[in-house]
C-alpha cells in the first residue's frame, strides 16, 4: 500500500478542492467503489504568507519543516504541494526529507516543471496569473526565457489580481470576484493563460469564460501528475 502526501492549506480554502482534482482522476480511471482510491494524507498547513507583503523566508522554511515532517511520520511514498510560492523553498523541502528519511528517496513533484510541460506547441506569449511573490521570484519565468515565451505583465494587471486573490480568500467565487475575474481577462491579449495560484483556480469554473483561451490550471496539472505517479509508485512493474 502507497501513500500519497499532500502538503496543502496555502491558503486554506484550497485543501478540498485539490483532493477533489485527485478523486476524479481516480474516477476517470475507473474507481467506482471505495476501495478503488487512493491512499492519501493531507496536511492543511497555515503559512506565514501574504498577497501584499515579501515573504519571510525563515518563518516559511519553519512552517514547511513542520508540514513535510508530520506527512513523513505518516508513512508517505511521495509528496505533491498545491502551492506555487512554497515551491521556491522546494530545495529545503528535498533537505528536510532526506534528513527525516535518508534510506530511501520520496518523489516530490514540482508544480512549475510539470505546468511547463503542458504549454502547447508554438506559444510565443502568456499570461500568468499569480501572486506578487510568484512573479517576483521568477519562478516561471526562467523557465519560460529558456522557451522564449514572453509574459504579459502591467502593474495595474498585477493590482487587479492581488484584489481577486483577497477577495477569493475572504468571499470565495462571488460575484463582485467574478465581475473582477471576468475585468481581468477580458484586457489579456496572450492566447494562453496559466493560473499559477490555487486560489484564482475556481474562476475556470465560471460558464461564461472565453473560448478565445487556453488555460491552464497548475493546480489542476499537478492532481493530474500526481495521480500519475501514483499509480507508477503502486504498480512499478
Not at 27 to 36: P, R, V
Not at 65 to 79: A, K, Q, W, Y
Not at 143 to 159: G, N, Y
Request: charged share 20%.
Amino acid at each position: 500500500m502507497k501513500r500519497i502526501g499532500i502538503l496543502a492549506g496555502m491558503g486554506p480554502r484550497t485543501t478540498a478542492p485539490f483532493l477533489e482534482l485527485i478523486l476524479d482522476e481516480a474516477q476517470k480511471d475507473g474507481a467506482k467503489y471505495d476501495i478503488d482510491y487512493p491512499h492519501i494524507l493531507i496536511y492543511s498547513l497555515p503559512t506565514p504568507f501574504y498577497v501584499d507583503r515579501e515573504i519571510d523566508s525563515n518563518a516559511m522554511q519553519s512552517a514547511l519543516t513542520i508540514g513535510v515532517e508530520c506527512l513523513l511520520r505518516g508513512g508517505i511514498d511521495m509528496l505533491a504541494i498545491p502551492c506555487n510560492p512554497a515551491h521556491l523553498y522546494f530545495d529545503h523541502i528535498i533537505q528536510v526529507i532526506n534528513r527525516f528519511n535518508s534510506d530511501s528517496s520520496i518523489p516530490v513533484l514540482h508544480i512549475v516543471d510539470e505546468t511547463i510541460k503542458r504549454l502547447p506547441a508554438n506559444i510565443k506569449k502568456i499570461a500568468l496569473l499569480a501572486t506578487e511573490t510568484t512573479l517576483k521570484s521568477r519562478l516561471y519565468h526562467t523557465k519560460l526565457d529558456a522557451l522564449s515565451i514572453a509574459i504579459e505583465h502591467s502593474d495595474s494587471l498585477q493590482q487587479q489580481v492581488n484584489r481577486l486573490i483577497l477577495m477569493l480568500k475572504n468571499e470565495g467565487f462571488s460575484r463582485d470576484a467574478h465581475q473582477l475575474w471576468h475585468s481581468i481577462i477580458e484586457k489579456l491579449t496572450s492566447d494562453c493563460v496559466i493560473i499559477a495560484c490555487t486560489d484564482i483556480s475556481i474562476c475556470l469554473n465560471a460558464a461564461d469564460n472565453p473560448k478565445r483561451f487556453v488555460f491552464l490550471d497548475s493546480n489542476a496539472i499537478l492532481a493530474e501528475t500526481t495521480y500519475s505517479q501514483y499509480l507508477k509508485i503502486q504498480n512499478p512493474s
